[in-house]
């Protein structure tokens, strides 16, 4: 990946306190609120008075504070892998305050090591619910959550910092966290058609920056989740003026986000999806240097040898000073050279090597030749001899 956009952008992703879910190679399964068969109110009589609904009314709140009190006391195991739990410690408004996927939600944080060590705590930290702005852990368990709702969350790494850890927040390799978590609000997202241009822009490049935390993190998919979120966001059409240097801006978010992608897809070995990245990227900036030397690498994956080459070879010729250019164009006209010797090899076997063959058929025809002359010249040398015997025997009779 570029080491100028990864490693520009990612302390302030990470300063957001922010990591990531979204379609991910895990299976696993969470309720809806509608998949969840509520129990059906008690049924009122015909004739009831207002002293039985007070009745009712009392069974009722009766009802719910008893199953709340259940839920304080019980873990819910989130993916029904014991690695992800969450308990209640003081009761919402209810599922219907749920929030939504897509929704912008504000929470109070507490992250803490398992053994209680306070690693950081966070007021009033914002995110889009589902686009992988936050940890996995967060961005499951806040679903389900209703609003006012206070939960504990013991999560397992692989749904927090992972085995790489992290910097900011200071969280060892391989950490179990917990988190006490506090859902303040649920707004709906913002009409990015109607957003100014200068808090689209803003927005575009906040999910490029979670990008590149995840690729640094090895989350490629994850990265290219976000990558697809931030090209979502320049491509959406505004109902607002915009000026051409906000375009050109908007432009090179683009741009980045599409070499990022190329850079991603290509360690989770999706080379059609990473050719299609870098054209992309390359029809906006067809002098894009990071697009091409990634298009070649793709190319010459994919066994295209001879495009690579040329491809690279632009870019080169663009930036001659850049020695990965030079180093992977040299390796890769070295191994086209090898390939083609190894080709020419085999026809020669699969042919019976034909050179030598007529060679051996040229020699051997110059060879009988040269018997017919000497034959001939022998033949008649004798006859001559024949004759001039046969002049001298008679003289002498």
Excluded at 23 to 37: A, N, P, Q, Y
């Amino acid at each position: 990946m570029d080491a100028s956009d990864g490693q520009e952008n990612a302390p302030s992703a990470k300063k957001s306190g922010k990591t990531s879910l979204l379609d991910s190679g895990e299976d696993f399964e969470v309720l809806d609120e509608e998949d969840i068969d509520d129990d059906l109110p008690p049924l009122e009589d015909a004739g009831g008075g207002d002293g039985d609904k007070a009745e009712n009314g009392e069974m009722k709140n009766a009802d719910e504070e008893s199953e709340a009190s259940e839920q304080l006391d019980e873990w819910l195991d989130v993916l029904g892998n014991d690695q992800l739990k969450k308990k209640v410690l003081e009761a919402g408004k209810g599922r219907g305050s749920r929030p939504q996927k897509g929704q912008n939600v504000e929470i109070n944080l507490k992250t803490s090591l398992m053994d209680g060590t306070l690693v950081e705590e966070q007021h009033n930290l914002s995110f889009t619910l589902g686009d992988g702005d936050i940890t996995q852990a967060l961005d499951l368990t806040v679903q389900l959550m209703e609003m006012g709702e206070k939960a504990l969350i013991h999560t397992d790494a692989k749904y927090a910092y992972g085995a790489r850890g992290s910097l900011e927040p200071e969280v060892p390799p391989n950490t179990p966290l917990s988190l006490e978590v506090e859902l303040l609000e649920a707004t709906d997202a913002p009409d990015v058609e109607l957003m100014l241009p200068s808090q689209r822009i803003a927005l575009a490049i906040r999910k490029r920056e979670r990008g590149n935390v995840h690729y640094q993190r090895a989350d490629y998919a994850f990265a290219v989740n976000s990558y697809s979120i931030a090209l979502q966001i320049t491509d959406s059409n505004s109902k607002v003026d915009i000026s051409p240097e906000e375009e050109e801006e908007l432009l090179d978010v683009k741009v980045k986000c599409l070499n990022n992608m190329a850079a991603s897809q290509l360690k989770l070995d999706h080379y059609d999806a990473a050719l299609k990245s870098c054209v992309s990227a390359l029809a906006h900036q067809p002098d894009n240097i990071k697009a091409l030397f990634r298009m070649g690498k793709v190319l010459a994956l994919q066994g295209e040898y001879t495009k690579a080459i040329q491809t690279l070879r632009k870019a080169l010729k663009l930036e001659p000073s850049n020695k990965t250019i030079h180093a992977e164009l040299s390796k890769l006209v070295k191994k086209h050279s090898e390939q083609r010797g190894a080709e020419q090899a085999m026809y020669k076997k699969m042919l019976g090597n034909p050179t030598s063959s007529s060679g051996i058929q040229k020699s051997r025809a110059k060879s009988s030749w040269g018997l017919s002359w000497k034959w001939l010249f022998g033949a008649t040398a004798v006859a001559i001899g024949g004759v001039a015997l046969s002049v001298v025997i008679a003289a002498r009779n």
